[in-house]
C-alpha cells in the first residue's frame, strides 16, 4: 500500500464563473409550485457581481479532504487550455497533490455560468467531450473517492473496476453522477458490488432501490441500498438532513440551522466532511456531524470551495453545531 496518500479523488474537474443579475423576475406555477426566472429576452443584463471559482465533484472533494487533514491525490483528464492552466494552478495553491492529473493537448476544459438568484442557482454546463485517460501508475492507496464522469465514463470505469479488484485492501468511496445514475444499476452495479461508502442523495437512493416514495422508511431504504453492495450507505435528504446505515446502525443527523447565501457544493461539502471523518477512524455519528457542518460552512458563501472548513476549525464548528440543538439519532 502506498503511504503517499490516504485517498484518491477520482472525476471530474470544471471553472465556475457565478454571475448575479440585477434585472430578472421570478414567476412560479400554482400547480406544481415550480419556479422560473425571466430575463428580457434580446436585452443586455447588468450584473452585479462576478465570481470565479473551482468545480466539479472530484476537485471539490479533494479541496475538501486535504484541508481536513487528508493526504489526497487528485486523479483527472483536463483540457489543455486556459481553463485547464487555471484549474491546475487553483489546485496547487490547495495543496492537493496533482501527480495523476492529465492535460490532454488540443482538449477544452469543463466550463460553467452560474446564475444566483434568491439564494438557489441555476447552472449552465459545458463539458467538453473528452476520452478519460487512466494513469499507467496508480499507486495503490487506502481510500478511493469515484465521482461523476461526462458521457464517456464507461471505458474509464472499467480500468477502475480492474484495478480495485487488484488492490483489494483499497477501500471505495462512490458517489454517481447524472451520466452514472442514468445507466442504472445495469451500468455501475459492478461498481456498487466493490463499493464500500456510497453518497446519494434522497431520490438518487430511491431510484437505486426502486422505493419510489421512501419517506418515513429511511432505515428500510438504508438497508435496501446496502444490499446492491455498499457496506456503508450516506443519504443526504436537503432540509431534512442526512443518513447513515450499515445493517447494523441506522442514524439520522438534523440541518446546522443557517441561511444559505448560494447553495453550490453543499453535497460535495458533506461528502467531503463525512468520509474524512471516517478515514480518520471517527464514529458514525462524528462522521455526519462533520459532513453536515462542512456543508453548512459552504453555502454561506460564492461556491463550492471558498467555504470549505479546515481542520482546526472543526472543534469550534462542532461546539457550534452542540448549542445550536443539531443532533445525531438512531433510527
Excluded at 465556475?16 to 428580457?40: G, H, Y
Excluded at 447524472?178 to 431510484?207: M, P, S, Y
Excluded at 462522521?287 to 476549525?313: F, H, M
Aim: aromatic letters at 10%; a negative charge; proline letters at 4%.
Amino acid at each position: 500500500m502506498n503511504e503517499q496518500f490516504d485517498l484518491l479523488s477520482i472525476g471530474d474537474a470544471s471553472l465556475d464563473v457565478f454571475i448575479a443579475p440585477t434585472e430578472s423576475e421570478e414567476f412560479c406555477r400554482v400547480d406544481t409550485k415550480e419556479c422560473f426566472i425571466a430575463f428580457s429576452y434580446g436585452e443586455k443584463i447588468p450584473v452585479k457581481n462576478l465570481e470565479f471559482s473551482i468545480g466539479g465533484n472530484a476537485a471539490n472533494n479533494s479541496v475538501g479532504t486535504t484541508r481536513l487533514g487528508v493526504k489526497t491525490g487528485l486523479v483527472l483528464t483536463l483540457g489543455d487550455d486556459s481553463v485547464g492552466n487555471q484549474l491546475v494552478e487553483r489546485l496547487k495553491a490547495e495543496s492537493v497533490d496533482l501527480t495523476y492529473v492529465i492535460q490532454q493537448p488540443s482538449t477544452a476544459s469543463n466550463f460553467s455560468t452560474i446564475v444566483t438568484y434568491g439564494g438557489e442557482r441555476t447552472i449552465f454546463t459545458y463539458h467538453a467531450p473528452r476520452s478519460y485517460e487512466f494513469p499507467v501508475q496508480l499507486p495503490a492507496a487506502p481510500w478511493v473517492y469515484l465521482t461523476s464522469m461526462g458521457e464517456s465514463f464507461r471505458p474509464f470505469y472499467n480500468h477502475i473496476v480492474d484495478w480495485l479488484k487488484k488492490n483489494p485492501n483499497t477501500k471505495l468511496a462512490f458517489n454517481p453522477g447524472t451520466w452514472q445514475l442514468r445507466v442504472g444499476l445495469e451500468g455501475i452495479g459492478d461498481v456498487l458490488g466493490l463499493t464500500h461508502v456510497l453518497f446519494v442523495n434522497r431520490e438518487e437512493a430511491e431510484k437505486l432501490a426502486n422505493m419510489p416514495d421512501s419517506h418515513g422508511k429511511e432505515k428500510e431504504l438504508l438497508t435496501a441500498v446496502g444490499k446492491l453492495g455498499p457496506k456503508i450507505a450516506v443519504i443526504t435528504d436537503g432540509n431534512n438532513g442526512s443518513y447513515i446505515g450499515d445493517g447494523q446502525t441506522f442514524l439520522k443527523a438534523g440541518v446546522f440551522p443557517v441561511d444559505a447565501y448560494e447553495r453550490t457544493g453543499a453535497g460535495d461539502a458533506f461528502g467531503s466532511g463525512t468520509l474524512s471523518a471516517i478515514i480518520k477512524g471517527k464514529s458514525f455519528e462524528e462522521a455526519l456531524t462533520w459532513g453536515t457542518i462542512n456543508s453548512a460552512s459552504v453555502i454561506g458563501y460564492t461556491g463550492a470551495q471558498k467555504g470549505l472548513l479546515r481542520a482546526e476549525e472543526m472543534p469550534e464548528w462542532i461546539e457550534r453545531a452542540r448549542s445550536s440543538g443539531m443532533g445525531v439519532v438512531k433510527i
